[in-house]
T-cell receptor
Framework: GNSVTQMEGPVTLSEEAFLTINCTYTATGYPSLFWYVQYPGEGLQLLLKATKADDKGSNKGFEATYRKETTSFHLEKGSVQVSDSAVYFCALSDNNAGNMLTFGGGTRLMVKP | EAGVTQSPTHLIKTRGQQVTLRCSPISGHTSVYWYQQALGLGLQFLLWYDEGEERNRGNFPPRFSGRQFPNYSSELNVNALELEDSALYLC?????????????FGPGTRLLVL
């Protein structure tokens, strides 16, 4: 079956530091890949997505590239802010597996001033 | 454009009771998904409805059920509540089941079972 593995947190960074959150996946078909963000006490917000190999998703300074050869979709940001503190979820959607999202375990990011 | 809405925001029930959670999708979206976010267990897929029909179901017991109405809103029902049902229940909607469909989430309903 499908699965997503993310680096465990928490990840603690100082403001303006470089961020990488690793995500790898296993899928039987050709999934779409997503990063969602969850701020404290809220639901999930779509951060970015990529639907095919070598696509790059980007939003609000965050980027991730769909790497089929390494089955990865690592999230990066060049300079984090305190307001980026949240839990980040990597997820995949596979039409061959009923269309639901399969999530990684989430990575908590804490950014200190 | 209004996003996905869910009600109620918070709910407290006791073991054995029944609960109904509600979700209204983004206008124009026909698919509704339900997920459970329990502490320590991550996000687990519960149910998927599209065009009024149940299309897929996650690994949950039959006491978790739901339906989708002609206006595409949806209800999630949980019977015979157990303590481990305490979780954030998230609803998401999408415009269909194509290869590039994106699910957009509501704020969730936080259920506490005592």
């Amino acid at each position: 079956g499908n699965s997503v593995t993310q680096m465990e947190g928490p990840v603690t960074l100082s403001e303006e530091a470089f961020l990488t959150i690793n995500c790898t996946y296993t899928a039987t078909g050709y999934p779409s890949l997503f990063w969602y963000v969850q701020y404290p006490g809220e639901g999930l917000q779509l951060l970015l997505k990529a639907t095919k190999a070598d696509d790059k998703g980007s939003n609000k300074g965050f980027e991730a590239t769909y790497r089929k050869e390494t089955t990865s979709f690592h999230l990066e940001k060049g300079s984090v802010q305190v307001s980026d503190s949240a839990v980040y979820f990597c997820a995949l959607s596979d039409n061959n597996a009923g269309n639901m999202l399969t999530f990684g375990g989430g990575t908590r990011l804490m950014v200190k001033p | 454009e209004a996003g996905v809405t869910q009600s109620p925001t918070h709910l407290i029930k006791t073991r054995g009771q029944q609960v109904t959670l509600r979700c209204s999708p983004i206008s124009g979206h026909t698919s509704v998904y339900w997920y459970q976010q329990a502490l320590g267990l991550g996000l687990q897929f519960l149910l998927w409805y599209d065009e009024g029909e149940e299309r897929n179901r996650g690994n949950f017991p039959p006491r978790f059920s739901g339906r989708q109405f002609p206006n595409y809103s949806s209800e999630l029902n949980v019977n015979a509540l157990e303590l481990e049902d305490s979780a954030l229940y998230l609803c998401a909607s999408s415009s269909g089941s194509g290869t590039e469909e994106t699910q957009y989430f509501g704020p969730g309903t936080r259920l506490l079972v005592l």
